[in-house]
């Protein structure tokens, strides 16, 4: 069993930054992708980056350049840095690790965190 635990939401204004964090236990770990989603009110859940076990880094194009996504082997946890936010960022933000390639499609990810939530105000 594993367990994917976010946090670091809330709520800022336009052009602030957010840090999300994503910890980990049980059978994710080595090998293991993981990916954040977002999930706005009235909207599918949509990728937003994703990072593999080597730390090799995607992200949808809308966040490239603001976002940035790392982790922490060692402690088994996942980063996601939010700067320059904007009104459209806002929604629940979900974690998930799969042990596939890396993918953009929430079908492919085997394990989800309950999400944050991120609220941007103009």
């Known amino acids: 069993q594993a367990s994917l635990v976010e946090s670091g939401g809330g709520l800022v204004q336009a052009g602030d930054s957010l840090r999300l964090s994503c910890a980990a236990s049980g059978r994710t770990g080595s090998g293991y992708v993981m990916g954040w989603f977002r999930q706005a009110p009235g909207k599918g859940r949509e990728f937003v980056a994703a990072i593999n076990w080597a730390g090799s880094t995607y992200y949808r194009d809308s966040v490239e350049g603001r976002f940035t996504v790392s982790r922490d082997n060692a402690k088994n946890t996942m980063y996601l840095q939010m700067n320059t936010l904007k009104p459209e960022d806002t929604a629940v933000y979900y974690c998930?690790?799969?042990?596939?390639?890396?993918?953009?499609?929430?079908?492919?990810?085997?394990?989800w965190g309950q999400g944050t939530q991120v609220t941007v105000s103009s």
């Open positions: 998930a690790a799969t042990r596939q390639v890396l993918h953009t499609s929430p079908p492919y990810y085997d394990y």
